[in-house]
């Protein structure tokens, strides 16, 4: 029931009522006269489910409302009050109150001045609880800041196309992702122009078959960029279409740099060529190992020493190529590993091979090759007598290129053979995609090889 300090005409006026009827909060009037205390002439029936004070309580004390209000907010409360009545300017403020019953409640106040003939203000308005609202805005507000953490631990740029005004909206991060100043226009001309050439028809075919509707309205797209500093990256996009009753009106979405991933995603598809090309260079040398191993050879034992003992040069070879990390190999270090076997007192090696590195699949073949040369010496050549010695020098080679001279010496005299033998073989086979190169000489006084080959990187 309403409540008045006056006649029924000045308490329950229609707007009173339907807003009240409504549950929009209580309604009320209440009067100043210059620097009096003011009073409430009316209060609606609504007072005690809004506030939990009784309406006649808030009619005798005036101050009852007032002490509802947290200490906190009473300051706020009371310099807008006095702001309003110095300027008879609408009162609209937000205070958090504490109900009799200890809850603690959000609410609105508002109120329009009206000056009366008498000189009195009377100020008509609502008393709203906003509680709910201001629940769902702190929600929203805490769900805003927990994607706005996710968005900046992920670096993920935000952006939006409306599709009818052809106007983009970028993030920041966004605009970081495509090296793009915070205070530059953006535009589709823009954006079209930091695409790399080659993925641009591509990037424009996605965006068109997802707005006209050939897609499912999902767009997921991975390109490259070439921002304004010369900068290439490679960026993941996401989106998704919003229609409204006209059709299609915004693609909203997000970007993601990708550029590690993809260099990770190149090297291992490098890296398993290499695998691949490796493996098969090593089937065809281990093929190779076993037919010449098996050419002369009188009895299973003798081949099975002459095959072995050609494998664990390999996998001599093979471990410096393991150790190095897929990094060049130290040709001192591949020289030494395969004649420390054949005892490298009887091997005069040059110190001008420190510091000269080759690619680990030619490691591997010249491994092989110089245990070749080592046990071809020792059966046939200058390792076969006690005073024979092999020495291993540098040449002179272009850039980029090295040269290895094998000569043997002090040996017994040598017969020429127009075979090519297994070392010859295995090199070329070892050197056929890396411009190597192989000449085997029967000198006389000893046998002579030249070898050349690029240097490692």
Request: with cysteine.
């Amino acid at each position: 029931m309403d409540v008045s300090t006056d006649s029924p005409a000045l308490g329950a006026p229609i707007v009173r009522s339907a807003a009240e009827a409504a549950t929009l909060g209580v309604a009320f009037q209440y009067e100043t006269r210059g620097d009096e205390p003011g009073r409430f002439l009316y209060i609606g029936g609504r007072c005690r489910a809004v506030t939990g004070l009784d309406p006649q309580a808030v009619l005798a004390d005036p101050q009852a409302l007032f002490r509802l209000v947290v200490p906190d907010h009473r300051e706020t409360f009371a310099r807008a009050a006095a702001e309003a009545r110095a300027k008879l300017q609408p009162f609209d403020v937000e205070l958090a109150l504490r109900r009799p019953d200890g809850a603690l409640r959000w609410h609105r106040i508002a109120t329009i001045p009206t000056v009366q003939p008498d000189g009195a203000v009377r100020w008509d308005g609502m008393q709203i609880d906003v509680t709910h609202r201001r629940e769902m805005e702190a929600e929203l507000e805490d769900q805003r800041r927990r994607v706005a953490v996710a968005v900046a631990a992920t670096d993920l740029g935000l952006w939006e196309l409306d599709i009818r005004a052809r106007r983009l909206a970028w993030s920041q991060t966004n605009r970081a992702l495509f090296g793009v100043p915070v205070d530059m226009e953006i535009s589709e001309g823009r954006f079209l122009a930091l695409l790399h050439p080659d993925d641009r028809a591509g990037v424009l075919a996605a965006y068109s078959e997802v707005i006209e509707g050939r897609e499912t309205g999902d767009l997921r797209l991975e390109y490259r960029i070439v921002r304004p500093d010369g900068e290439a990256r490679w960026l993941h996009s996401r989106g998704r279409l919003i229609r409204d009753a006209l059709g299609p009106a915004r693609l909203v979405g997000t970007t993601l740099d990708i550029t590690e991933r993809r260099a990770a995603e190149d090297g291992r598809n490098l890296l398993m060529g290499e695998l691949a090309h490796r493996a098969k260079n090593g089937i065809a040398v281990i093929m190779a190992i076993i037919s010449q191993s098996a050419r002369g050879q009188e009895s299973v034992e003798a081949f099975e020493a002459s095959v072995m003992a050609r494998l664990h040069a390999m996998a001599a070879s093979q471990d410096l190529v393991m150790a190095s990390g897929g990094r060049p190999v130290e040709l001192d270090g591949v020289i030494r590993q395969a004649l420390t076997p054949f005892g490298l007192a009887h091997f005069d090696i040059d110190a001008a091979f420190a510091g000269v590195t080759v690619r680990g699949e030619l490691a591997v073949g010249l491994g092989l090759m110089l245990h070749e040369l080592a046990t071809n010496a020792t059966k046939y050549g200058a390792l076969s007598v006690a005073k024979g010695r092999v020495s291993l020098s540098r040449r002179a080679a272009a850039e980029g290129r090295a040269a290895l001279a094998w000569r043997e010496r002090g040996g017994p005299p040598v017969a020429v053979s127009a075979r090519k033998g297994f070392g010859t073989r295995l090199l070329e086979q070892a050197l056929r995609h890396q411009d190597g190169e192989v000449q085997f000489r029967f000198e006389p006084n000893g046998f002579q090889a030249e070898v050349g080959f690029p240097v490692g990187r």
